[in-house]
C-alpha cells in the first residue's frame, strides 16, 4: 500500500489494521497477495493470530550491495532501489511487551537479508534493537567485510544463524560469478566468523549456489578444501532458480533450463563434503 508507506504518521495502530486487511485478503478464494506463496505461511484460525505482536520479521532492504552475483535476481534487474521509509522507525513502534513469545521464551524471529546488511548506515541499530526486544536473528552476508557487530553478535549469540555466501572454490570463478576479486577476504573473514561462533555456540553456516560458472572440478575440490580448514557449522546447498522465474540471455524461455552439470556438481560435492565429514544439507528456502 503506496499511501501507508509514504504516511508521516505511521502508528502501531494502523500496522494492526493493515495486518487484519492483509489476513482477510490472504483468507480469500483466489487471492492474488503475493503473500499467499510465502514458504513461511501456514493455516491458522483467526483466535490464535496475534496481530499487534511481532512474530517473524524479513528484513529485505535490497539498497546496497558490494557484489553483484549473476544468480541475484536484483543484479539481473539492477533493482537496488532506495528504501520508501525508515525500517527503524517501523519496528521501534513495538517494545519487548510486543514480541510473541510461547511459554515465556522469545520465539519472534528476524532473517535479515537482500543486498548487504552490513552496509547499512543504520546496522548497528537494527542489531541493538533486536537484542533489546528479544528478536532472534539469520544475518544474510556475503562477508567481503569484516564486521565487528557481527562477530560479537556471533559470538554472545545475540546472532544466531549466520549465512555466508561464497559460491565458488577459486578467486578467478569468484570474481566471474560475483564481479568482485575478493574470495580470499570472504574465506578469511569466515573463518573469523566461525571462530566466534566457537566460543558461543553461534551458527555460521556457508551457502554454495550451483551455476553454470561454479560447477568445475577445481571450484568443487578448491571448496571443500576450504571447509576443511574453516569447518562451519553447516554447509547449505542449492540450485540457481533465476532461469525459473526469468531468462538468462540465450535462455528459450522461462523455466526450460538444463540442470544436468549443476546436479552432477551437486552429487559430487556433497559426497566430498560428507567424506571430509562436513555436514552439509539443501537449503530449501531460497
Not at 136 to 152: C, E, H, M, P, W
Not at 189 to 198: I, S
Not at 241 to 249: G, H, R, T
Request: net charge negative.
Amino acid at each position: 500500500d503506496n499511501d501507508f508507506i509514504k504516511s508521516n504518521t505511521i502508528t502501531k495502530e494502523m500496522l494492526v489494521e493493515a495486518r487484519k486487511k492483509l489476513f482477510k485478503e490472504l483468507n480469500t478464494p483466489g487471492t492474488t497477495v503475493c503473500c499467499a506463496t510465502c514458504p513461511m505461511m501456514v493455516e491458522k484460525p483467526e483466535s490464535e493470530v496475534t496481530f499487534d505482536k511481532i512474530g517473524f520479521l524479513n528484513i529485505g532492504h535490497f539498497t546496497y550491495c558490494n557484489l553483484r552475483c549473476e544468480y541475484c535476481a536484483y543484479t539481473q534487474e539492477n533493482y537496488f532501489v532506495k528504501p520508501p521509509y525508515n525500517c527503524m522507525d517501523i519496528i521501534n513502534l513495538f517494545g519487548p511487551e510486543d514480541v510473541y513469545r510461547c511459554n515465556g521464551y522469545g520465539t519472534a524471529w528476524c532473517d535479515f537479508n537482500g543486498g548487504e546488511p552490513t552496509m547499512l548506515p543504520d546496522f548497528d541499530e537494527h542489531l541493538a534493537t533486536y537484542a533489546r526486544l528479544g528478536i532472534g536473528i539469520s544475518l544474510f552476508t556475503n562477508a567481503v567485510r569484516f564486521s565487528q557487530k557481527v562477530y560479537d553478535g556471533i559470538k554472545s549469540r545475540a546472532i544466531e544463524f549466520t549465512i555466508v555466501s561464497l559460491d565458488a572454490g577459486t578467486p578467478e570463478t569468484f570474481k566471474a560469478l560475483k564481479g568482485r576479486d575478493h574470495y580470499q577476504d570472504v574465506v578469511d573473514n569466515l573463518a573469523k566468523y566461525v571462530e566466534a561462533g566457537a566460543k558461543k555456540y553461534g551458527k555460521v553456516c556457508v551457502k554454495y549456489i550451483f551455476h553454470d560458472k561454479n560447477c568445475s572440478d577445481a571450484d568443487i575440490d578448491g571448496f571443500v578444501a576450504a571447509m576443511e580448514r574453516v569447518r562451519p557449522f553447516e554447509i547449505w546447498l542449492n540450485m540457481d532458480f533465476y532461469p525459473l522465474s526469468a531468462k538468462y540471455p540465450g535462455q528459450a524461455e522461462v523455466g526450460v533450463y538444463d540442470y544436468s552439470e549443476h546436479i552432477k556438481a551437486y552429487a559430487k560435492m556433497y559426497l566430498k563434503l560428507k567424506a571430509a565429514g562436513l555436514p552439509a544439507i539443501h537449503y530449501v528456502r531460497d
